[in-house]
């Protein structure tokens, strides 16, 4: 049966995100909607990844199943970082174990210039599946997604993924006119789909940034900052999570950008975390953060996985909120019952 959307705002991962204190310690997964389940397995064989992500109620359904089989504390939409580029028109696809292709990378300033606008139309589709999740998900609230102008160029620039960056690392220093030009348009595309997602209901939103912990801390402020920062203001109303993977050094600048939840991945303690956050900012409020169980650890059996969530729960109580999660996605072959049995001893910590 239907429910309802409630707007009950006293949720314990929206209270931690705005600072307060939750009846519980909040947790969701990224990527907990995905392939560790095998009723997604069920559900997506046949259909590619893109073409799910354009199909209202298959993005319902995979969302709903993590908060169904774990009792998450928050839904995160169905998608993927290229979504809005592919609405808009950019010619890629996501090739299994691969990841985003680009059938012409960009190299200069014709394919800057010829990068298509968002039209809020083009990704109907995602506000639909968000208009029926709200009707499903009662109290748990729905957080939206996008990635980040950073590593959407990287892709547009490279063609697919990479492990130095090379390309985009010489376009952003050989050329920085051009490479704050591509970084805009694509803020332009990211701010128009995660407006799209929370004129629809969202309750918060995560901007994706898997790349950025590539770059030095001067290089993100100079070439990456203002561009998150202005995908990051254009989202009012709700809180907004910023992640990166192996971004320790970079968690100052990211928060500047308009965090008000910091993602941690698992190579930097949250308290660690924190200090870094409040010393590099003593004037502002005690910061929020997100995270941070390697995903590898939930392998590696349940003594080993309940000391981690203790020990992660206590590094959390340093900050002003903490939402439990892992510090990056889960991965595809993990065990979907030792993540349910994380969820219950994150829920029972406090």
Same mark, same amino acid.
């Given at each position: ?123 109907? $589709?995602?506000?639909? +599946?968000?208009?029926? #999740?709200? =009707?499903?998900?009662? !109290?748990? %609230? *729905?957080?939206?997604?996008? /990635? ?21 690392k010489a376009l952003m220093h050989a050329d920085p006119d051009l490479w704050h030009a591509l970084l805009a348009k694509i803020a332009d595309i990211t701010a128009e789909f995660l407006r799209v997602q929370v004129a629809a209901g969202v309750r918060a939103v995560q901007l994706f940034d898997s790349w950025a912990g590539a770059l ?52 930097? $303690?949250?308290?660690? +975390?924190?200090?870094? #956050?409040? =010393?590099?900012?003593? !004037?502002? %409020? *005690?910061?929020?953060?997100? /995270? ?59």
């Amino acid at each position: 049966m239907a429910v309802e959307m409630s707007d009950n705002t006293t949720a314990p991962l929206l209270v931690a995100a705005r600072g307060g204190v939750p009846a519980r310690t909040p947790v969701w997964f990224m990527r907990q909607a995905g392939r560790s389940l095998p009723e997604y397995r069920a559900l997506r064989a046949g259909t590619s990844m893109l073409d799910a992500c354009f199909d209202p109620e298959m993005v319902c359904e995979i969302t709903l199943q993590p908060v169904r089989r774990h009792d998450v504390d928050g839904a995160i939409l169905f998608s993927d970082i290229v979504v809005p580029l592919k609405a808009a028109g950019v010619d890629l696809d996501i090739v299994p174990g691969t990841g985003p292709v680009v059938a012409k990378p960009v190299s200069g300033r014709a394919d800057v210039d010829a990068l298509p606008v968002l039209e809020p139309e083009q990704v109907q $589709p995602v506000a639909d +599946a968000i208009g029926l #999740l709200n =009707a499903r998900l009662g !109290d748990v %609230p *729905l957080i939206g997604f996008a /990635g980040a102008p950073f590593t959407l160029a990287s892709y547009l620039v490279e063609g697919g993924p990479s492990r130095n960056h090379e390309r985009t690392k010489a376009l952003m220093h050989a050329d920085p006119d051009l490479w704050h030009a591509l970084l805009a348009k694509i803020a332009d595309i990211t701010a128009e789909f995660l407006r799209v997602q929370v004129a629809a209901g969202v309750r918060a939103v995560q901007l994706f940034d898997s790349w950025a912990g590539a770059l030095s801390e001067r290089d993100y402020r100079r070439f990456v900052l203002p561009h998150s920062k202005r995908v990051l203001e254009s989202v009012t109303d709700v809180p907004r999570i910023h992640f990166g993977v192996g971004t320790g050094e970079l968690l100052p600048a990211m928060r500047e950008a308009g965090a008000d939840v910091v993602g941690v991945d698992w190579r930097t $303690p949250l308290d660690v +975390a924190v200090r870094r #956050l409040v =010393a590099a900012a003593p !004037d502002r %409020p *005690l910061p929020v953060v997100q /995270g941070n169980l390697d995903p590898a650890l939930l392998f590696a059996g349940e003594e080993v996985v309940r000391a981690e969530v203790d020990r992660i729960v206590e590094e959390g109580r340093a900050a002003a909120g903490h939402i439990f999660n892992l510090g990056h996605g889960v991965l595809p072959d993990t065990d979907p019952d030792m993540i349910t049995k994380a969820v219950e001893w994150v829920h029972r910590s406090r």
